[in-house]
T-cell receptor, first 112, second 111 residues
Framework: SAVISQKPSRDICQRGTSLTIQCQVDSQVTMMFWYRQQPGQSLTLIATANQGSEATYESGFVIDKFPISRPNLTFSTLTVSNMSPEDSSIYLC?????????FGPGTRLTVT | QKEVEQDPGPLSVPEGAIVSLNCTYSNSAFQYFMWYRQYSRKGPELLMYTYSSGNKEDGRFTAQVDKSSKYISLFIRDSQPSDSATYLCAMSANNFNKFYFGSGTKLNVKP
C-alpha cells in the first residue's frame, strides 16, 4: 500500500493569487496523478506527472494555469495560478492504477 | 453526454438493509470498472475492481458489470452505519492512466 499526504489540507485565497499544493508519497512511484473534485461533480483528471519529464495535461487544463513539478519519485507539486472563484475545489493527488490506487486526503481550496 | 452517469442520491437506508448503487456509461471501450468509497474530508479509497462483465464478491460487497447494457452495480449486504459515505464508480479502457469517474452517490445508513 501507499500512504499519501498533502499540504495544505485547506486554504482560502484571494483571486489573482497562486497556491502550490504538495503531495508526498511514502514509497517511490513512477506516475502521480492530480485530480480536481468540485462539489457535486465527479473527479476530473488534471494531469499525469512522471518523474523526469513534462506533465501530460488533460483536455481543458493547461500548464500555464496548473504548472506541475515532479522533482523525484516520492514528491510532486501542483500550482493553481491566477486563481478565480471557479478554481474553488478539492485537489487530490493519487498513485497507482486499476488494481491498486491510492488517493491523498485532498486540499480544499476556496477562492474569494 | 457524460462518459459516466451516477445517481447522486442521497440514499438513506436502515441498518441491515441491502443497498444497490448504480452507474451507466456510454463508452463501449471501458474494460475496467472500479468502486471507491469516500468518507467526508478524506480521499477516495478503492473498494473493488472488476474486469469486463460478470460479478465479483468481497465480504458484504458485490460488484456487477453488464457490458451489454453499459451498466454497473455495487451491492452492499447487511449495511452498517460505518458504510455511510459517498460511493464513486470509475471506469477505464485499456489505458490505465485515464479513469472516468461518476459524480458519486451519498449513502446514509441509519442505526
Amino acid at each position: 500500500s501507499a500512504v499519501i499526504s498533502q499540504k495544505p489540507s485547506r486554504d482560502i485565497c484571494q483571486r489573482g493569487t497562486s497556491l502550490t499544493i504538495q503531495c508526498q508519497v511514502d514509497s517511490q512511484v513512477t506516475m502521480m496523478f492530480w485530480y480536481r473534485q468540485q462539489p457535486g461533480q465527479s473527479l476530473t483528471l488534471i494531469a499525469t506527472a512522471n518523474q523526469g519529464s513534462e506533465a501530460t495535461y488533460e483536455s481543458g487544463f493547461v500548464i500555464d494555469k496548473f504548472p506541475i513539478s515532479r522533482p523525484n519519485l516520492t514528491f510532486s507539486t501542483l500550482t493553481v495560478s491566477n486563481m478565480s472563484p471557479e478554481d474553488s475545489s478539492i485537489y487530490l493527488c493519487s498513485v497507482g492504477g486499476v488494481y491498486e490506487q491510492y488517493f491523498g486526503p485532498g486540499t480544499r481550496l476556496t477562492v474569494t | 453526454q457524460k462518459e459516466v452517469e451516477q445517481d447522486p442520491g442521497p440514499l438513506s437506508v436502515p441498518e441491515g438493509a441491502i443497498v444497490s448503487l448504480n452507474c451507466t456509461y456510454s463508452n463501449s471501450a471501458f474494460q475496467y470498472f472500479m468502486w471507491y468509497r469516500q468518507y467526508s474530508r478524506k480521499g477516495p479509497e478503492l473498494l473493488m475492481y472488476t474486469y469486463s462483465s460478470g460479478n465479483k464478491e468481497d465480504g458484504r460487497f458485490t460488484a456487477q458489470v453488464d457490458k451489454s447494457s453499459k451498466y454497473i452495480s455495487l451491492f452492499i449486504r447487511d449495511s452498517q452505519p460505518s458504510d455511510s459515505a459517498t460511493y464513486l464508480c470509475a471506469m477505464s479502457a485499456n489505458n490505465f492512466n485515464k479513469f472516468y469517474f461518476g459524480s458519486g452517490t451519498k449513502l446514509n445508513v441509519k442505526p
